[in-house]
């Protein structure tokens, strides 16, 4: 597979940054994954405008410059469902069943959530996922007010949606609903929203139709969890006679554009209700949560690719991950996949990482603008240095790429064309000054005497 040629024969004017003598992973006309030797990737307004050759940008003028010979350009990593200020809650709650991770110690200490400790938790979260090559995440909290201000000012991209229980009134609906109109297109564009229902065992179905309308009337997205896992869909089908996924199509979310993370409980019987809905679907799998609560199934990715539903990488929040590694993820997901399937050959390398790049970027309903590296996508893009020890033979660059290299790999991570962390430097966050602060804070957040909960897990 070879780079994109420039046709201009002319002087060139200078690009804003131009990236020279990397391998470029790329996508052709069939959505198969390659890789260009010896490239260049040329970007002017936050804007790929060429992939070539090194040799035929030699000498080209550009406002920045990186040699990035021995690395691999990759489209900037998506996590497609997270909770960044959880990394606030990071090994607080381990070695327990779901129903206790949430009543006896997440839930409580979600009571004494501050707006002050969700903005120090996104910044630790950003400068997390900036240094491990991720550009764009899908966020669905609390005070999200302060995760827009955090992505404005580090310069990632998010999807952002504000959480809301049916506990709550219809204030909780009302108030994701303003943020996500007060949002949408902020931070130069690169904020996009959701609503954000939190789930159908929390939200009744009356609130849950109520958010379709509202997803259709504004022409929003919905980002909410569904069919988290098995005991999830048997408890609904035991008391209500309907799966979950059975909920969100009766009260009409999946008539809209929908993103619905894990579906670890996801059942045969689903799979026709996910291929007739009329709105984008899409599904987030984060394996490493699924391990660690010992749920017994994972995400379907083989039978939802079948479909057509695009299944996106994840790694939930750091209380149930104790990272926001996508390379973890993309990892996790393609070993995960074969042992479910009893299959070497699924998932391949190759499809973890079109799943990494182009099915996360659907996922989170930008397709159209990331998740490759192409003339006219914005310029998302993580350097990968593969001269480690660890890297090294490379027989087979798509299995390095998901097998062998690490998030600490990651040299570079540029985003809209800004470089947000260059040589492992991180430009646009300070990670001990927040560390410090958000150390100081902790005694107060994690404090469960009072008794409190702000939602009851029972499923």
């Keep these: 597979m070879t780079p994109t040629a420039t046709t201009s024969t002319g002087p060139q004017p200078p690009a804003d940054l131009l990236i020279t ?75 327990l069943p779901t129903e206790e991770w949430f009543n006896d110690v997440v839930w409580p200490v979600e009571s004494n959530l501050t707006d002050r400790d969700v903005e120090l938790g996104a910044r630790l979260a950003c400068a997390e996922m900036i240094m491990g090559g991720v550009t764009c995440f899908a ?46 297109g902020a931070a130069d564009g690169r904020i996009t929203t959701a609503l954000a229902p939190h789930a159908p065992y929390t939200v009744a179905d009356a609130d849950l139709t109520a958010t379709a309308e509202l997803a259709r009337t504004h022409g929003l997205p919905v980002h909410v969890h569904a069919a988290e896992n098995r005991d999830q869909t048997d408890a609904s089908l035991a008391r209500h006679g309907v799966t979950p996924i ?17 579906g670890t409980g996801i059942v045969e019987s689903d799979l026709p209700l996910l291929e007739r809905a009329s709105g984008r679907t899409a599904v987030a799998t984060a394996p490493r949560g699924y391990l660690k609560f010992a749920w017994p199934t994972t995400t379907p990715v083989r039978a939802l690719r079948a479909i057509g539903i695009p299944v996106g990488l994840a790694t939930d929040g750091a209380a149930s991950n104790n990272s926001l590694d996508v390379w973890e993820s993309m990892a ?20 973890a990482l079109h799943h990494a790049t182009l099915q996360s970027a659907r996922a989170v309903g930008l397709g159209d603008s990331v998740g490759r590296i192409a003339p006219g996508r914005r310029a998302d893009i993580a350097l990968v240095d593969l001269t480690g020890p660890h890297t090294q033979p490379v027989h087979d660059l798509a299995a390095t790429l998901v097998h062998s290299a690490r998030s600490a790999d990651v040299r570079t991570t ?40 702000i939602q009851d897990y029972d499923t």
């Excluded at 995760?147 to 009134?169: D, I, P, T």
């Excluded at 059975?246 to 894990?262: C, K, P, Q, W, Y």
């Excluded at 809209?416 to 100081?440: C, F, P, S, W, Y």
């Design 332 to 351: 996790l997901t393609s070993l995960a996949q074969k042992s479910t399937e009893g299959d070497p050959r699924w998932m391949t390398s190759r499809q």
């Design 139 to 184: 966020d669905h909290y609390f005070a999200m007010d302060a995760v827009a201000a955090v992505v404005a000012e580090c310069g990632m991209r998010a999807l952002l949606g504000e959480a809301f229980f049916s506990s709550q009134g219809p204030e909780g609906r009302q108030r994701s609903l303003e943020f996500a109109l007060r949002y949408a």
């Design 21 to 95: 003598g990397c391998t470029v992973l790329t996508h052709d006309d069939q959505e198969r994954i390659g890789f260009a030797q010896d490239a260049a990737i040329v970007v002017r307004g936050g804007i790929v405008e060429e992939v070539t050759s090194a040799e035929a940008v030699a000498g080209r003028a550009a406002a920045e410059r990186i040699d990035a010979r021995g690395q691999v350009a990759l489209p900037g990593l998506i996590n497609c469902h997270t909770h960044a200020p959880m990394v606030a809650l990071r090994g607080l709650a381990e070695d």
């Design 246 to 262: 059975e909920v969100l199509s009766r009260t009409g979310i999946l008539d809209t554009d929908v993103l619905l993370a894990h």
């Design 414 to 453: 540029v985003v809209d064309g800004r470089i947000l962390m260059r040589d492992r430097q991180l430009l646009t966050l300070d990670v001990a000054k927040t560390v410090r602060e958000l150390g100081e804070r902790l005694p107060a957040l994690v404090d469960r005497s009072h008794g409190r909960r």
